[in-house]
């Protein structure tokens, strides 16, 4: 017996089987797959908009504040050692996230 003869004894073609598979692959788009993209864009974007006095955290750890923003590299002030600012060069995709400024802390605390 050949492949074809058993796959018509076994019942042949179904088409609700490709209906299931579809079903599958349209959950799998909006619960796995969209999410993804939509976080990446937003990363992306956040990472675009960095500009001069934006507190940010790495994906390291390190937290500082922009002091200079250029095509892929961010400077960043980290601290002050013997009154001299603290700078470190990142690349902009290792920018994990943008903190709240303090100033927009109070300004929330404030409406609320």
Do not use: C
Not at 45 to 53: A, N, P, Y
């Amino acid at each position: 017996m050949n492949t074809a003869t058993l796959w018509l004894q076994a019942g042949g073609f179904d088409p609700m089987n490709f209906i299931f598979i579809g079903a599958l692959l349209f959950i799998m788009y909006f619960f796995l797959i969209r999410p993804q993209t939509q976080a990446q864009k937003q990363q992306q974007s956040m990472q675009d908009g960095l500009g001069k006095g934006d507190r940010v955290v790495t994906s390291g750890g390190l937290r500082g504040v922009v002091a200079k923003a250029e095509n892929d590299v961010v400077t960043l002030e980290v601290g002050h050692v013997k009154g001299d600012k603290m700078r470190i060069e990142v690349d902009r995709s290792r920018i994990d996230r943008k903190l709240e400024s303090p100033d927009k802390a109070e300004k929330t605390k404030e409406g609320a």
